[in-house]
């Protein structure tokens, strides 16, 4: 199939990890005979230095023409001045609410190769598979925002449309798993967490084969990590699902291992790892790719719909995490390249074995 890719590469180690996506996504499509087009456009900080504005029109009107998306990371600490008239997340912010993507999933598994990487105990680890629904597009990022010298408020609205949007989102994600749906909210306090809440309530009676609970946000923070396998789909709003799902992180062993797809009502979709433009190792082609190329696998699932595509390429990750070389941050000592061409290796591998028409330049080799 033809397919029109825009790439955010953005800032930090995203050019790093979004150059390997990319070749991930180059292997795909020569060993299963796709034509992908590949168009890069500034995001974040390189955008503001290139142009002066986080978002421009011409990076925006192309994503808005393509078939998916592929960002890296955006921001860091040249553009973190509290006092800065402009700053790189404001564009990926107005890129999330332009594409209309209100639904961001956030797969975490763990794999049993890393479990000791975890700082929970293995027997807790075994069989975590979550799948986190975080509202994308409203809440506390998006509320009108108000600054003096000595105050300062971020407005946190939700109205009933955006939150049925993805709770039936999550509700239909969870037909096709285990059927199990958690929402998070602060509903004892806040008062869209009681919209929330009502909402979800609601729309469960068109779902009675999934079993729903409701559960507090600053305890679900605390059972995440004394009971992560009782999860099965996790819905919650904006704010809440960015802090659960850096936590959650953790429990697979590293940031650079998490990928995200965020979706609306069409096809296109945006696809970044969950981890940001990571300054602190920046530029040293260390960054683990691994969260990148799994939204790219993501990205070949839910816009392109090429499954066994999408399939391949998550079983050349879990190959590599069980063989290496592995990153740093997941107790290994290879660089960004290294683990980038045994993911190449192990792509290709598995399509000359699973895939008939196997086209690669190795087929006779
Ligand atoms: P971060 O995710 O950039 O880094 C947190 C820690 O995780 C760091 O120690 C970093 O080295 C490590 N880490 C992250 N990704 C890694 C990878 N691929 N491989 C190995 N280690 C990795 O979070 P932060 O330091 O709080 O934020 C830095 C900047 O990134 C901020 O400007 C923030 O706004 C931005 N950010 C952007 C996005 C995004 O573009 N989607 C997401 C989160 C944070
Ligand atoms: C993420 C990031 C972003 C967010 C920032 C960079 C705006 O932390 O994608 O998780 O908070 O949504
Ligand atoms: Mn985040």
Request: hydrophobic share 45%; glycine share 8%; charged share 20%.
């Given at each position: 199939?033809?397919?029109?890719?825009?790439?955010?590469?953005?800032?930090?180690?995203?050019?790093?990890v979004?150059?390997?996506?990319?070749?991930?996504?180059?292997?795909v499509?020569?060993?299963?005979?796709?034509?992908?087009?590949?168009e890069?456009?500034?995001?974040?900080?390189?955008?503001?230095?290139?142009?002066?504005?986080?978002?421009?029109?011409?990076?925006?009107?192309?994503?808005?023409g393509?078939?998916?998306?592929?960002?890296?990371?955006?921001?860091?600490?040249?553009w973190s001045?509290?006092?800065?008239?402009v700053?790189?997340?404001?564009?990926?912010?107005?890129?999330?609410?332009?594409?209309?993507?209100?639904?961001?999933?956030?797969?975490?598994?763990?794999h049993?190769?890393?479990?000791?990487?975890?700082?929970?105990?293995n027997?807790?680890?075994?069989?975590?598979?979550?799948?986190?629904?975080?509202?994308?597009?409203?809440?506390?990022?998006?509320?009108?925002?108000?600054?003096?010298?000595?105050?300062?408020?971020?407005?946190?609205?939700?109205?009933?449309?955006?939150?049925?949007?993805?709770?039936?989102?999550?509700?239909?994600?969870?037909?096709?798993?285990?059927?199990?749906?958690?929402?998070?909210?602060?509903?004892?306090?806040?008062?869209?967490?009681?919209?929330?809440?009502?909402?979800?309530?609601?729309v469960?009676?068109?779902?009675?084969?999934?079993?729903?609970?409701?559960?507090?946000?600053?305890?679900?923070?605390?059972?995440?990590?004394?009971?992560?396998?009782?999860y099965d789909?996790?819905?919650?709003?904006?704010?809440f699902?960015?802090?659960?799902?850096?936590?959650?992180?953790?429990?697979?062993?590293?940031?650079?291992?998490?990928p995200?797809?965020?979706?609306?009502?069409?096809?296109?979709?945006?696809?970044?790892p969950?981890?940001?433009?990571?300054?602190?190792?920046?530029?040293?082609?260390?960054?683990?790719?691994?969260?990148?190329?799994?939204?790219?696998?993501?990205?070949?699932?839910?816009?392109?719909?090429?499954?066994?595509?999408?399939?391949?390429?998550?079983?050349?990750?879990?190959?590599?995490?069980?063989?290496?070389?592995?990153?740093?941050?997941?107790?290994?000592?290879?660089?960004?390249?290294a683990?980038?061409?045994?993911?190449?290796?192990?792509?290709?591998?598995?399509?000359r074995?699973?895939?008939?028409?196997?086209?690669?330049?190795?087929?006779?080799?």
């Amino acid at each position: 199939m033809k397919a029109r890719i825009v790439t955010l590469p953005g800032d930090g180690v995203g050019p790093e990890v979004t150059e390997v996506a990319v070749a991930v996504l180059q292997a795909v499509a020569s060993h299963y005979e796709h034509d992908f087009s590949f168009e890069p456009h500034a995001i974040g900080g390189a955008a503001i230095d290139a142009c002066g504005e986080p978002l421009p029109a011409g990076a925006l009107a192309a994503c808005q023409g393509a078939d998916a998306v592929l960002l890296g990371a955006v921001g860091g600490p040249k553009w973190s001045d509290p006092n800065a008239p402009v700053r790189p997340e404001q564009g990926l912010l107005a890129l999330r609410a332009a594409l209309g993507v209100y639904a961001n999933l956030r797969p975490l598994q763990v794999h049993p190769a890393l479990a000791s990487l975890s700082p929970l105990k293995n027997e807790r680890l075994k069989d975590v598979d979550v799948l986190f629904v975080r509202e994308l597009t409203g809440g506390a990022y998006f509320g009108a925002k108000t600054r003096t010298a000595d105050t300062a408020t971020d407005e946190c609205k939700y109205t009933v449309v955006e939150i049925e949007r993805v709770v039936r989102r999550a509700f239909a994600l969870a037909r096709d798993r285990r059927r199990h749906l958690t929402s998070v909210d602060k509903a004892n306090v806040l008062e869209t967490s009681r919209l929330w809440r009502n909402t979800v309530q609601r729309v469960a009676s068109d779902y009675p084969d999934v079993k729903v609970e409701h559960q507090l946000v600053d305890s679900m923070a605390m059972l995440l990590l004394t009971q992560p396998s009782r999860y099965d789909v996790v819905v919650t709003e904006n704010l809440f699902g960015d802090i659960l799902t850096d936590e959650a992180a953790a429990l697979a062993g590293s940031l650079g291992l998490l990928p995200s797809a965020s979706l609306g009502e069409g096809r296109r979709g945006l696809y970044e790892p969950i981890h940001g433009s990571a300054p602190d190792i920046a530029g040293q082609g260390v960054a683990n790719p691994l969260g990148a190329i799994l939204s790219a696998a993501l990205l070949l699932r839910h816009s392109l719909q090429l499954e066994a595509e999408a399939q391949a390429v998550e079983a050349a990750v879990t190959h590599v995490l069980e063989h290496g070389p592995r990153t740093r941050d997941i107790g290994g000592q290879a660089g960004t390249v290294a683990v980038r061409d045994a993911v190449l290796v192990a792509v290709e591998d598995h399509a000359r074995t699973h895939h008939a028409f196997f086209s690669g330049a190795r087929a006779c080799g």
